[in-house]
C-alpha cells in the first residue's frame, strides 16, 4: 500500500513536471489572478487577519472586498505552502501537486470503501488523475478553486461509507462523522458551484445507504441522524464564507456579472462535444456548439465507465454512480435547457458544464467496475493490463491536454509588476468589477499610488498634523493626530459595512461613516481641535460575525455531546 500511494505522489509530480522543474505558470483565462490574490492573502494574513476579507492595497491602494464574497480555500493552502518555499509561483505549484495526490488517494480509498480490491483502486485513482476537465481547469480556464475542489470530493464520499460501515457494525461513529463534516466544510470553502452540485449527489448516496440499511431500524436511524448532523455543521462551520458572500451581495454591483454572456440555458454542452477530441484554450460561447474550449468526457473515460458498470453492475454503489453519472450528463445537454431557466438559485452557477467538475469523480467510481474483469485474470497480468490501458488511453486521445501556454517572460518578475499596479492603477483582477461596493458613485479621479492611506484636504492639511505609529500597518490603521480647528480627514480606502474606525477609543458609528462617504467611495472622518487624537480603522469583519461565530461554537458543542450521546449509544447496543 505504501508502494501504492508512492507512485500515485510520484504520477501527481510527473504531471506537474513542466511547471514544477521549469518555473513556468499556465497563461489561462485568469492570467496570474491566482498567484496575486495570493500574495496579498498571504500577507494578510502574515499580519495576524485570521481571516482576511478586505485587500487594503488593492483596486489603486483604495482597498477592496474580494475575500467577503471569493472562496478562500484554495489561498490558505497555497499561503501554508509559502511559509515553507518562501515563494507565491513555488508554493502554488507545490500545492496543485499536494491537491492532485490528495485527490487520487481519496479515489484509491473510496473505491476500497465500496467494496473492490487494490488493482481496481489503483485503475480508477489513474484514470481520475488524467481526467480532461482536470486539465481545462489547469491549462484553459486557470480556476485553481474549482480544481482544487475536484480534488476534495472523493473525501466526503468516502467518509460518508465509512459511517455507513460503522452504523453496520454497530462501531464507534465519532470519527467518520466528524471528518464527514470537516472534509465537507473544506468543500465549501473551496468553490461554492461544485459544492452547490456535489451535496445533492451526496444525499442521493446517504439515502441509497438507508436504503441498505432497512433491515436493521437502529443503523438506519443512527446512520441518518449522524450523516444529517455532520452536513449541518459543515454548513455552519462553512457559513463565514457563504453565508456572508449570500447576505452582502447586493452591497457590490455583484450584477455586473449576471449578463446574457452567464446565463446556463445558453451555456449548454452538445452532445458531440462531450466525446470531441478537439483541445483549445477560447471560452464558452453562449448558444455556440463550437466553444473555443473542451467539455469532453473523455471517449475512453466514458467507454471505460460504461465497462465498468458492466462488469460490476451488482455492486449496488457502483450502480447508483452510473445512474447518477447519466443524468448529469444529460442535465449539462441540450434537452435540460427547460429547466435550466426555472432553476432558481442554481442560476447562478452561470456554466451547466461546471457540472463536470462532479464527473470526474462518478466517471471514476464507474471505472473502477473494470478491475472485477482485470482480478479474473492472474494479479500481475491484470497490472499490466491496468498499464497498457492508462498509457494507450492518455497517448492516443489526451496528447493534447498536455499542452499547454505559458506564461510569457519571468513570472515572478509580473507579478512583481502587478504589486505595483494594485496601488497605481484602478484595475482589478475580477473581469466585470463586480465586488465594486454600491457606495462608490464615481470613480476615483487617481490612484492612492504614493499617497498616504490618510490624508488631509490642502486646507485642512495646515491646521493638522498626523503622525502613525511604530505598530501601524495598512490592515490596522493607527494614527496620532494633532489640530488646531475641527478638521475632516480622508481615510483612502473604500467604505463597506464591518470597517471599524475609532477616535480617542470611542467607535463611530457605521450610521455616521457612511453620512460623511465621499462620492468617490472613500470615508470621511472629522476630528475636533485638540492635540494627540488617536485614530484607528481597520477591517474588522461582516456585520454580525461575532454572533454567527458564538452560534457556531454553540452548534459544534451541541454536535460534539450528540455524537456521545445515549441515543446514538443506545442505537449502538440495539444492534
Sequence with gaps: RIVIFLFLLLLSLLLFSPLLFLGLFPHTHEGVRYLGLAEMFKEALANGIIYPRWLPDYYGGYGYPVFVFYQPGIFYLISFVSVFTGDILLAAQISLVLLFFAGAAGVFKLVEEIGLDEISALFA?????????????????????????????????????????????????????????????????????????????????????????????????????????????????????????????????????????????????????????????????????????????????????????????????????????????????????????????????????????????LQAICIAGCGVALTRIHPQVGIALLAVVSTLAVLFCYFDMFKFNAVPGDVRKLLATHRQFRIERLDVY???????????????????????????????????????????????????????????????QLYFPGWRVELDGARISDGKLRDDILPDGRMRVGIPSGEKHVLEAYYEGPPGWRTRNFIIALLFIAYAQFLKSPFMRNSQKNE
Aim: with cysteine.
Design 125 to 361: 485513482a489513474v484514470m481520475f488523475l488524467i481526467t480532461p476537465y482536470l486539465f481545462v481547469n489547469l491549462y484553459v480556464r486557470g480556476d485553481l478553486s474549482e480544481l482544487a475542489s475536484i480534488m476534495i470530493l472523493p473525501w466526503p464520499l468516502f467518509f460518508l461509507l465509512r459511517l455507513r460501515r460503522a452504523c453496520a457494525e454497530g462501531s464507534g461513529i465519532e470519527t467518520p462523522a466528524v471528518l464527514l463534516s470537516l472534509s465537507s466544510t473544506a468543500l465549501l470553502y473551496t468553490h461554492p458551484f461544485t459544492s452547490k452540485f456535489f451535496f445533492p449527489v451526496l444525499s442521493l448516496f446517504a439515502g441509497f445507504v438507508c436504503l441498505e440499511l432497512r433491515n436493521c431500524r437502529a443503523a438506519v436511524l443512527r446512520f441518518s441522524a449522524a450523516a444529517a448532523a455532520s452536513l449541518a455543521l459543515a454548513l455552519a462551520l462553512s457559513s463565514p464564507y457563504w453565508l456572508t458572500a449570500f447576505q452582502m451581495k447586493e452591497l457590490v454591483n455583484y450584477r455586473n456579472a449576471l449578463g446574457t454572456h452567464y446565463l446556463p440555458e445558453e451555456n449548454v454542452v452538445y452532445f458531440p462535444q462531450f466525446f470531441s477530441r478537439f483541445w483549445g484554450f477560447g471560452g464558452s460561447e453562449p448558444g455556440i456548439a463550437d466553444d473555443g474550449m473542451s467539455f469532453q468526457l473523455g471517449l475512453p473515460h466514458f467507454l471505460l465507465a460504461a465497462a465498468g458498470f458492466a462488469c460490476a453492475r451488482r455492486n449496488r454503489l457502483i450502480f447508483v454512480s452510473f445512474l447518477i453519472y447519466l443524468v448529469i450528463i444529460l442535465l449539462m445537454s441540450p434537452l435540460a435547457v427547460p429547466l435550466w431557466k426555472h432553476a432558481g438559485i442554481f442560476r447562478y452557477v452561470q456554466f451547466p458544464w461546471r457540472l463536470l467538475a462532479v464527473v470526474a469523480l
Design 430 to 492: 475580477e473581469s466585470a468589477n463586480e465586488f465594486l461596493p454600491v457606495t462608490v458613485k464615481t470613480i476615483p479621479a487617481a490612484p492612492r499610488g504614493a499617497l498616504p492611506i490618510i490624508e488631509a484636504s490642502a486646507e485642512d492639511g495646515k491646521s493638522c498634523t498626523a503622525e502613525e505609529y511604530a505598530d501601524s500597518s495598512q490592515f490596522h490603521m493607527k494614527f496620532s493626530i494633532s489640530a488646531q480647528r475641527t478638521v475632516k480627514i480622508t481615510v483612502n
